[in-house]
Nanobody
Protein backbone atom coordinates (compact mmCIF):
# COMPACT_ATOMS: atom_id res chain seq x y z
CA UNK A 1 0.00 0.00 0.00
CA UNK A 2 0.95 3.65 -0.32
CA UNK A 3 3.37 4.87 2.32
CA UNK A 4 4.50 8.35 3.20
CA UNK A 5 7.35 8.47 5.70
CA UNK A 6 8.44 11.72 7.31
CA UNK A 7 11.84 12.39 8.84
CA UNK A 8 13.92 15.29 10.02
CA UNK A 9 12.00 16.43 13.05
CA UNK A 10 13.64 17.20 16.36
CA UNK A 11 14.31 19.75 19.07
CA UNK A 12 15.69 23.13 18.08
CA UNK A 13 16.03 26.53 19.73
CA UNK A 14 13.99 29.48 18.57
CA UNK A 15 15.59 31.04 15.52
CA UNK A 16 17.02 27.74 14.38
CA UNK A 17 16.29 25.64 11.30
CA UNK A 18 15.11 22.16 10.45
CA UNK A 19 14.54 20.38 7.16
CA UNK A 20 11.74 17.84 7.01
CA UNK A 21 11.64 15.14 4.37
CA UNK A 22 8.84 12.89 3.22
CA UNK A 23 9.51 9.85 1.08
CA UNK A 24 6.70 8.21 -0.85
CA UNK A 25 6.46 4.59 -1.89
CA UNK A 26 3.94 2.76 -4.06
CA UNK A 27 2.58 6.11 -5.20
CA UNK A 28 2.47 7.60 -8.70
CA UNK A 29 4.29 10.55 -7.18
CA UNK A 30 4.32 12.84 -10.21
CA UNK A 31 0.52 12.72 -10.35
CA UNK A 32 0.11 14.11 -6.86
CA UNK A 33 0.32 17.48 -5.22
CA UNK A 34 2.03 17.22 -1.85
CA UNK A 35 1.32 19.07 1.34
CA UNK A 36 2.57 19.58 4.86
CA UNK A 37 0.21 19.97 7.79
CA UNK A 38 0.86 20.28 11.50
CA UNK A 39 -0.99 19.50 14.68
CA UNK A 40 -0.18 20.92 18.08
CA UNK A 41 -1.47 19.22 21.26
CA UNK A 42 -5.16 19.86 21.74
CA UNK A 43 -5.52 21.62 18.40
CA UNK A 44 -6.77 20.75 14.95
CA UNK A 45 -4.49 19.70 12.12
CA UNK A 46 -3.60 22.85 10.18
CA UNK A 47 -2.29 23.43 6.69
CA UNK A 48 1.31 24.62 6.43
CA UNK A 49 2.42 24.38 2.79
CA UNK A 50 1.64 22.61 -0.47
CA UNK A 51 3.27 22.13 -3.85
CA UNK A 52 1.88 21.14 -7.22
CA UNK A 53 2.85 17.92 -8.99
CA UNK A 54 5.38 19.82 -11.13
CA UNK A 55 6.72 21.96 -8.32
CA UNK A 56 5.70 25.08 -10.22
CA UNK A 57 3.03 26.26 -7.79
CA UNK A 58 3.25 26.54 -4.03
CA UNK A 59 0.93 27.63 -1.25
CA UNK A 60 1.80 28.66 2.30
CA UNK A 61 0.11 29.42 5.56
CA UNK A 62 0.50 33.17 6.05
CA UNK A 63 2.42 32.80 9.30
CA UNK A 64 5.16 30.70 7.67
CA UNK A 65 5.62 32.72 4.47
CA UNK A 66 9.20 33.86 4.14
CA UNK A 67 10.36 31.34 6.77
CA UNK A 68 9.35 27.95 5.30
CA UNK A 69 10.02 26.61 1.81
CA UNK A 70 8.41 23.53 0.29
CA UNK A 71 10.12 21.70 -2.56
CA UNK A 72 10.05 18.31 -4.21
CA UNK A 73 12.25 15.87 -6.08
CA UNK A 74 10.06 13.75 -8.34
CA UNK A 75 12.87 11.40 -9.33
CA UNK A 76 13.41 10.48 -5.68
CA UNK A 77 9.72 10.68 -4.73
CA UNK A 78 10.49 13.13 -1.95
CA UNK A 79 9.02 16.36 -0.71
CA UNK A 80 10.84 18.69 1.65
CA UNK A 81 9.96 21.44 4.08
CA UNK A 82 12.82 23.77 4.90
CA UNK A 83 11.95 25.62 8.09
CA UNK A 84 14.00 28.66 9.09
CA UNK A 85 13.63 31.21 11.88
CA UNK A 86 11.62 28.72 13.88
CA UNK A 87 9.38 29.96 16.67
CA UNK A 88 7.98 28.15 19.72
CA UNK A 89 4.52 28.38 18.13
CA UNK A 90 5.80 26.17 15.29
CA UNK A 91 5.97 23.27 17.75
CA UNK A 92 3.75 20.46 16.49
CA UNK A 93 3.68 17.08 14.84
CA UNK A 94 4.23 17.67 11.13
CA UNK A 95 2.48 15.46 8.59
CA UNK A 96 3.12 14.88 4.93
CA UNK A 97 0.11 14.30 2.66
CA UNK A 98 -0.61 13.49 -0.99
CA UNK A 99 -3.44 14.91 -3.12
CA UNK A 100 -4.29 13.10 -6.34
CA UNK A 101 -5.79 16.24 -7.91
CA UNK A 102 -2.25 17.46 -8.52
CA UNK A 103 -2.84 21.10 -7.66
CA UNK A 104 -1.85 22.41 -4.24
CA UNK A 105 -4.61 22.79 -1.69
CA UNK A 106 -4.88 24.03 1.85
CA UNK A 107 -7.87 21.84 2.58
CA UNK A 108 -7.36 18.81 4.78
CA UNK A 109 -10.19 17.02 2.98
CA UNK A 110 -8.46 17.18 -0.40
CA UNK A 111 -5.68 14.82 0.63
CA UNK A 112 -5.82 11.12 0.00
CA UNK A 113 -2.80 9.73 1.81
CA UNK A 114 -1.05 10.73 5.04
CA UNK A 115 2.19 9.94 6.78
CA UNK A 116 2.58 9.14 10.46
CA UNK A 117 4.11 12.46 11.35
CA UNK A 118 7.35 13.77 12.79
CA UNK A 119 7.66 15.85 15.96
CA UNK A 120 9.11 19.34 15.79
CA UNK A 121 9.78 21.08 19.09
CA UNK A 122 11.04 24.65 19.24
CA UNK A 123 12.31 25.82 22.61
CA UNK A 124 12.21 29.51 23.60
Amino acid sequence: QVQLVESGGGLVQAGGSLRLSCTASKLAFTNYAMGWFRQAPGKERDFVAAISWSGGTTLYLDSVKGRFTISRNNAEKRVYLQMNSLKPEDTAVYYCAADRLGTPSGSYFEYDYWGQGTQVTVSP
